[in-house]
T-cell receptor, first 114, second 112 residues
Framework: NAGVTQTPKFRILKIGQSMTLQCTQD?????MYWYRQDPGMGLKLIYY???????DKGEVPNGYNVSRSTTEDFPLRLELAAPSQTSVYFC?????????????FGNGTRLTVT | ELKVEQNPLFLSMQEGKNYTIYCNYS?????LYWYRQDPGKSLESLFV?????AVKQEGRLMASLDTKARLSTLHITAAVHDLSATYFCAVDVFGGTYKYIFGTGTRLKVLA
């Protein structure tokens, strides 16, 4: 199984550009999450989803948008990129009867905004 | 708002020594997770603690959970260089939201 797949692995954006970070999982997990990790720091929750059609804001949602039209895909959209969005972005998924239990992480997307 | 704090943030220790990493969280939760992250890599799950008093052990690492104190510990026994990594605890908030919040992380360096 591929698990959680993120694309691209690296990207450089100019200020004001937009892009979509892709995340796909093939484990039929209900729960999916987007985090950002700034250098030397912890993970901050951007958005999450408990199932197709349901999304909610995390700790740092400003400047981002998400959608969840299928169980497998959870893309993260950056509009009007700013240098403060330079970070490593991780997508994760989980499953469980009463919650997501341990998360399975993708390999991350390293984004630089200049 | 759920806050998850770890201490210490940085830990440099000699091989063979014991140490404990602490994870405090601010809201009621019966579920706590520990992850490991190697430099430049993604996160991998170490332990899942699902009830008060839960204890899990894997090799030189042992994790425990006290939900009444809202405290989890990750104990390292006789550290070896291969344990050098950043360790994160995380809490998910049951009750309809399933927010999954990570602690600040503890960067561990084991010196030979």
């Amino acid at each position: 199984n591929a698990g959680v797949t993120q694309t691209p692995k690296f990207r450089i954006l100019k200020i004001g550009q937009s892009m979509t970070l892709q995340c796909t999982q093939d484990m039929n997990h209900n729960y999916m999450y987007w985090y950002r990790q700034d250098p030397g720091m912890g993970l901050k929750l951007i958005y999450y989803s408990v199932g197709a059609g349901i999304t909610d804001k995390g700790e740092v949602p400003n400047g981002y948008n998400v959608s969840r039209s299928t169980t497998e895909d959870f893309p993260l959209r950056l509009e009007l990129a700013a240098p403060s969005q330079t970070s490593v972005y991780f997508c994760a998924s989980g499953t469980g009867r009463t919650g997501p239990s341990p998360l399975h992480f993708g390999n991350g997307t390293r984004l630089t905004v200049t | 708002e759920l806050k998850v704090e770890q201490n210490p943030l940085f830990l440099s220790m000699q091989e063979g020594k014991n140490y404990t990493i602490y994870c405090n969280y601010s809201t009621t939760s019966d579920r706590l997770y520990w992850y490991r992250q190697d430099p430049g890599k993604s996160l991998e799950s170490l332990f899942v603690l699902l009830s008060n008093g839960a204890v899990k052990q894997e090799g030189r690492l042992m994790a425990s959970l006290d939900t009444k104190a809202r405290l989890s510990t990750l104990h390292i026994t006789a550290a070896v260089h291969d344990l050098s990594a950043t360790y994160f605890c995380a809490v998910d908030v049951f009750g309809g939201t399933y927010k999954y919040i990570f602690g600040t992380g503890t960067r561990l360096k084991v010196l030979a």
